[in-house]
């Protein structure tokens, strides 16, 4: 039967209820689930409750002329459960801040020539946040496991880190080398090792033949073409790298 009180805790984490008139039932204001098995020990109708300020307390009154009083520990470690569910909900709300930036990074990072100038801050952010994002997730599923809940898949995590994947691959390359062109013609040719750096144009000329190849399609047209601004920016200069070391 429904209900005749709910009431929330002072944290916001956890609603109590009764249940089947008789039974004081906790629900996960995050997920909307029992946190346990509906609490006994009233025999007739519960109704109120109350909840201490520390909210790991609270009591409730009946028609069998009782107030009982209840506390987490008693029935498994709730305060561990919501204070986990509270982390999930802010992991949650970073998920859609973390999907609107993949989406600008997307529709609008689209011009080779800024990279490294306007475009670096936003792809290291994102980069830093989906790495922590997959170690926050490892630590929620390990505690969800030894606390007896059921496991949490985070599939929309790993696709989002699968999608910027390829975008991370390439305006990573694209800063690296514009950083490195900065330097290379802005420091003294003899201050470097000439083997080093033609070693990294070589292997990231590679690099970017084998995106434009992946981004051969209609969907990733504008990504394929700063790829392809890469590889003439890197080609140029390949083409003048002999007469920098030859007179630098």
Same mark, same amino acid.
């Given at each position: ?17 009764? *249940? ?10 995050? *997920? ?33 002329? *009782? ?182």
């Amino acid at each position: 039967c429904l209900s005749s009180f709910a009431v929330w805790s002072p944290d916001a984490a956890t609603l109590v209820a009764s *249940s089947e008139d008789i039974y004081v039932q906790l629900f996960s204001a995050v *997920s909307g689930k029992p946190r346990a098995e509906p609490l006994k020990g009233h025999t007739a109708t519960v109704r109120s409750a109350a909840w201490a300020p520390a909210a790991q307390t609270f009591v409730t009154s009946a028609d069998d002329n *009782s107030v009982r009083m209840w506390h987490f520990l008693v029935n498994r470690n709730i305060t561990e459960i919501a204070e986990l569910e509270g982390e999930q909900m802010v992991f949650n709300h970073d998920m859609h801040e973390w999907g609107d930036l993949l989406a600008h990074i997307r529709a609008d990072c689209r011009d080779y020539t800024k990279g490294l100038s306007e475009y670096k801050p936003s792809i290291y952010k994102l980069r830093h946040a989906l790495d922590e994002g997959k170690q926050r997730t490892e630590s929620y599923v390990s505690r969800e496991k030894l606390l007896g809940l059921d496991v949490t898949d985070y599939f929309e995590l790993d696709g989002m880190i699968d999608d910027f994947a390829p975008y991370y691959q390439l305006w990573d390359t694209v800063i690296q080398f514009q950083q490195k062109e900065l330097d290379w013609l802005s420091q003294p040719v003899a201050s470097f090792t000439a083997t080093e750096i033609e070693a990294l144009l070589e292997q990231w000329y590679k690099d970017v033949y084998k995106m434009i190849k992946a981004f051969d399609n209609d969907n990733m047209r504008p990504v394929q073409k700063i790829a392809k601004d890469l590889r003439v920016g890197i080609e140029d200069f390949k083409t003048r790298w002999p007469f920098l070391k030859a007179f630098g």
